[in-house]
């Protein structure tokens, strides 16, 4: 005998399933309504990053000295660009306590290369130290569980971050640099 409970259910569902999988395609108006929706809100988000980290993205003229003395002490391979993102989401920093700020890190697995220069608000240079200091602890944990990569995880180690004033100085050696980075960083501070 078959059940008719069971038979009730199969049909219950089959319905549901129909209706939710109709719900799924949507018309047209209502799927442009909400792809327009979803970017405006997306980019009022990223526009308050990128606005408070700076006017322009990944980069503040006044950032150039420092910046291009630590680039020659700690050449850096495969340059990949820090982003108004990556000064968020990788390296924790509060959107409005950078005013501005330059930099770029390797791009290859293995070489923790770094150099980054920022501009803090006024009475926020400590509180992003002690960010980046976060964020090098970190790193060391991800290269210490690789053993292939014990230069890098040594390089991280003895990163060197500094402040003077409002602008703060992270610099991790590349695999290729020979250069004593905390005279290099010490120097590009007080020129």
């Known amino acids: 005998?078959?059940?008719?409970?069971?038979?009730?259910?199969?049909?219950?569902?089959?319905?549901?399933?129909?209706?939710?999988?109709?719900?799924?395609?949507?018309?047209?108006?209502?799927?442009?309504?909400?792809?327009?929706?979803?970017?405006?809100?997306?980019?009022?988000?990223?526009?308050?990053?990128?606005?408070?980290?700076?006017?322009?993205?990944?980069?503040?003229?006044?950032?150039?000295?420092?910046?291009?003395?630590?680039?020659?002490?700690?050449?850096?391979?495969?340059?990949?660009?820090?982003?108004?993102?990556n000064i968020e989401y990788d390296f924790g920093l509060q959107a409005e306590d950078v005013v501005s700020y330059k930099g770029v890190k390797s791009n290859d697995n293995g070489d923790a290369g770094l150099v980054l220069v920022i501009e803090a608000a006024d009475g926020k240079a400590e509180d992003i130290a002690n960010q980046l200091t976060a964020y090098q602890q970190d790193q060391v944990a991800f290269y210490g569980n690789y053993a292939e990569f014990?230069?890098?995880?040594?390089?991280?180690?003895?990163?060197?971050?500094?402040?003077?004033?409002?602008?703060?100085?992270?610099?991790?050696?590349?695999n290729e640099c020979t250069a004593d980075l905390d005279s290099a960083v010490d120097s590009a501070l007080n020129s």
């Open 1 to 85: 005998m078959i059940n008719r409970t069971k038979i009730a259910s199969l049909a219950v569902c089959a319905i549901l399933s129909a209706a939710v999988l109709t719900g799924c395609g949507g018309s047209s108006a209502s799927s442009s309504t909400a792809s327009s929706a979803a970017p405006a809100a997306s980019s009022q988000a990223a526009s308050s990053v990128v606005s408070s980290a700076a006017a322009e993205e990944n980069g503040a003229s006044d950032l150039d000295g420092i910046y291009n003395a630590l680039l020659q002490a700690d050449p850096i391979s495969n340059q990949f660009e820090i982003a108004a993102m």
């Open 150 to 174: 014990a230069q890098a995880q040594s390089n991280v180690e003895n990163a060197v971050i500094a402040y003077k004033d409002n602008r703060v100085v992270m610099a991790i050696a590349s």
